[in-house]
């Protein structure tokens, strides 16, 4: 039996982007790609649709946007694609080997982070290991999961940021996340705005302050988006 999967893409101002996440969802086997609009004012929503993806409007925030998105499928496997990440072109397959086991319900796959730095390779792997150890996926390493079992968990909580964090850890009480060969191509241009350690001692340094009691509203004053 094969399961029906859909990728979804939260996207604000990715027009450079969008483009070919779409695509590689499509050349990798997706049933379908709905990309989730939250508001651009670039040529996103144009470049998604004629890349070959269903284009959703939706209010900002990466969880409403992704949670929209799944509203709209009734496909078996959500797949949630960050609009600057491409697919591999057999990760259709990989999920559906993955699936025809009953007792997985969700996944990543292993990333290739852009760039020359043995830095990022060295990034790359330790993301790989904090899933195999910790049971902690995070959305660019291509969080994919059962539709039931999403809405099992509520989706993905509508929050400021680290959605993709609250999610993985009420998935985790329950279930574990399977580790994909991929690899899924992950741009590096977080990395090169603010440097790779800078980046990496942000990202801990959210996490430990929000594990601390600090509200997410305060935090996100600390994680600009892309496009600002």
Same mark, same amino acid.
């Not at 259709?92 to 796959?109: E, K, L, T, Y």
């Not at 290991?129 to 059962?146: F, H, P, S």
């Given at each position: ?19 070919e ?11 379908e ?11 996103t929503?144009t ?11 939706? *209010?900002?925030?990466r ?15 959500l797949l ?13 397959q ?9 007792r ?15 830095l ?5 792997w ?15 390493q ?12 509520g989706g993905f ?12 850890? *009420? ?8 580790i ?28 430990a ?12 004053s600390?994680? *600009? *988006?892309?496009?600002?």
């Amino acid at each position: 039996m094969l399961f029906k999967i859909a990728v979804v893409i939260p996207a604000i101002n990715e027009q450079t982007n969008v483009g070919e996440a779409v695509q590689s969802a499509i050349r990798g086997g997706a049933d379908e790609v709905i990309v989730a609009d939250g508001g651009s004012t670039d040529e996103t929503a144009t470049m998604a649709r004629s890349a070959g993806a269903r284009v959703i409007r939706s *209010r900002l925030g990466r969880g409403a946007q992704m949670n929209a998105a799944a509203r709209e499928s009734t496909a078996e496997v959500l797949l949630f694609l960050h609009a600057d990440n491409r697919l591999p072109t057999d990760f259709a397959q990989q999920i559906q080997s993955a699936v025809a086991d009953p007792r997985i319900q969700a996944g990543v796959f292993r990333q290739r982070i852009e760039g020359a730095s043995p830095l990022l390779r060295l990034l790359a792997w330790g993301n790989e290991q904090r899933v195999r150890w910790k049971n902690l996926a995070y959305g660019d390493q291509g969080i994919w999961v059962r539709h039931t079992i999403f809405e099992e968990l509520g989706g993905f909580p509508e929050v400021p940021l680290m959605e993709d964090y609250i999610f993985s850890e *009420r998935l985790r009480q329950q279930y574990r996340f399977v580790i994909l060969p991929g690899p899924l191509t992950v741009s590096s241009r977080r990395w090169q705005q603010r440097g790779i350690i800078g980046q990496t001692l942000l990202n801990w340094r959210i996490i430990a302050a929000y594990k601390q009691g600090k509200s997410l509203d305060e935090l996100s004053s600390l994680y *600009r *988006r892309h496009d600002h």
